[in-house]
Nanobody, 123 residues
Framework: QVQLVESGGGLVQAGGSLRLSCAAS????????MGWFRQTPGTERSFVAK????????AYADSVKGRFTISRDNTKNTIYLQMNSLKPEDTAVYYC????????????????WGQGTQVTVSS
């Protein structure tokens, strides 16, 4: 089992920045891939970014490339999502997730999820 706890959401004006954190505990290993997804009411969870255990492999959804940065600190078993130049359309509940099923961007491949943190971007 892997336990994930997110923090760092909130309300910000368009153009502003927020940093989300996700602390992992339990059965973490070098084969784990961790990611961020987001969800708005009435929609499916959509991929935002992902990162390998080493941190050398990252990938982003086209909608956030150049604005968001995913990183990790393995000494703290924590990943981060630095979100810059935020837009109202970034408003969503953001979820941290983990998988041992390889380099996937599909929410269905992630077995472990945090509780979610709300990000609201006002115009």
């Amino acid at each position: 089992q892997v336990q994930l706890v997110e923090s760092g959401g909130g309300l910000v004006q368009a153009g502003g920045s927020l940093r989300l954190s996700c602390a992992a505990s339990g059965r973490t290993s070098k084969s784990i891939v961790m990611g961020w997804f987001r969800q708005t009411p009435g929609t499916e969870r959509s991929f935002v970014a992902k990162i390998t255990w080493s941190g050398t492999g990252t990938a982003y959804a086209d909608s956030v490339k150049g604005r968001f940065t995913i990183s990790r600190d393995n000494t703290k078993n924590t990943i981060y999502l630095q979100m810059n130049s935020l837009k109202p359309e970034d408003t969503a509940v953001y979820y941290c997730a983990a998988t041992f099923s390889g380099w996937s961007s599909e929410a269905s491949e992630y077995a472990y999820w945090g509780q979610g943190t709300q990000v609201t971007v006002s115009s």
